[in-house]
């Protein structure tokens, strides 16, 4: 079992606020992810890290943030929350092993900005 | 267009049959991915293929690397296996089918 944690599971918040959803793996996985995905839609690479201090955009727009401070620890953070941004976010982590492209996902976080 | 085909969108079975999902791809990759996710969001990795076929219990997942196609197999169908499964492909970077959602029925 993946051992990558995904807090809140829920958020319901209003337009304005900012948040932060929190990723966190005890696999020592150098490279970790963020994902986007609407219902019945694919998931969308939004940040991706390769190491701490690296950080990347991915292939979809985002008015979101990340850091890497730490190996373990990938947060998302939202300044100013609208409702277009209400979806689920899905955190990942792969090894740089001979398993290289495995990912393991969190358990995701469901937003709804009203 | 979209990199990674699944086909079909929706599916519903008896329990007990045996379940075909088809994946298409059109970029070059060096892994192919299936994935199944419960309702809740929750995403585990089942397989990850780069040639052959690969067997987990009672799934099989096979890749054709030529014809850019592969297969997840699900024999003898329970209500447990209720879940969206999605194929995705790893190269450069990873794409992502929109799954295919499938419901065994008792």
């Known amino acids: 079992e993946a051992d990558i944690y995904q807090t809140p599971r829920y958020l319901v918040i209003g337009t304005g606020k900012k948040i932060t959803l929190e990723c966190s793996q005890t696999?020592?996985?150098?490279?970790m992810y963020w994902y986007q995905q609407d219902p019945g839609m694919e998931l969308h690479l939004i940040h991706y890290?390769?190491?701490?201090?690296?950080?990347e955009k991915g292939d979809l727009s985002s008015e979101s943030t990340v850091s890497r401070i730490r190996t373990e620890h990938f947060p998302l953070t939202l300044e100013s929350a609208r409702p277009s941004h209400t979806s689920q976010y899905l955190c990942?982590?792969?090894?740089?092993?001979?398993?290289?492209?495995?990912?393991?996902f969190g358990p995701g976080t469901r937003l709804t900005v009203l | 267009k979209n990199e990674v085909e699944q086909s079909p969108q929706n599916l519903t079975a008896q329990e007990g049959e045996f379940i075909t999902i088809n994946c298409s791809y059109s970029?070059?990759?060096?892994?192919l991915h299936w994935l199944q996710q419960h309702p809740g969001g929750g995403i585990v990795s089942l397989f990850m293929?780069?040639?052959g076929k690969k067997k987990h219990g009672r799934l099989i997942a096979t890749i054709n690397i030529q014809e850019k196609h592969s297969s997840l197999h699900i024999t003898a169908s329970h209500p447990r296996d209720s879940a969206v499964y999605i194929c995705?492909?790893?190269?450069?970077?990873?794409?992502f089918g929109t799954g295919t959602s499938l419901t065994v029925i008792p």
């Open positions: 995705a492909v790893s190269g450069n970077q990873f794409y």
């Open positions: 890290s390769y190491g701490v201090n690296s950080t």
């Open positions: 293929l780069s040639s």
């Open positions: 696999m020592g996985h150098d490279k």
């Open positions: 970029v070059g990759i060096s892994a």
């Open positions: 990942a982590s792969s090894s740089t092993g001979p398993s290289y492209n495995e990912q393991f």
